[in-house]
């Protein structure tokens, strides 16, 4: 599991990493920034900041919207009371972690 908090450090090492299957089919994309890392196609846990207890799931929509999904739910089975955010870029992503200062505890 990986930890992401966005309060500790400002390195601006950048990695983007695809990683591909034989048959193509993307598997996970990342963005690593220091030490920390959003990853695309994963749940997480919010274990601090905004909607402490919540659940992510970033979605990676560009072949639909042109962007991504993220998506918030009180529930780890993304059912209930739960929205979604779009972002055009991984970056606008960083920039919602950072705003809602999340700390989150990826689930894969």
């Known amino acids: 599991m990986h930890n992401v908090n966005y309060n500790e450090g400002t390195s601006k090492l950048v990695d983007n990493v695809v990683r591909k299957s034989l048959d193509g089919s993307k598997h996970s994309i990342y963005k690593k ?8 196609g994963s749940k997480a846990k919010i274990v601090s900041g905004k909607n402490t207890g919540w659940y992510i799931w970033i979605q990676d929509d560009t072949e639909n919207t042109g962007g991504y999904l993220v998506v918030q739910s009180p529930s780890i089975e993304f059912t209930g009371n739960g ?10 992503i960083e920039k919602h972690f950072e705003l809602n200062k999340w700390i989150v505890e990826w689930l894969d």
């Open 33 to 40: 920034v220091g030490f920390f890392m959003i990853k695309v």
């Open 83 to 92: 929205y979604d955010n779009w972002f055009a870029t991984i970056d606008k």
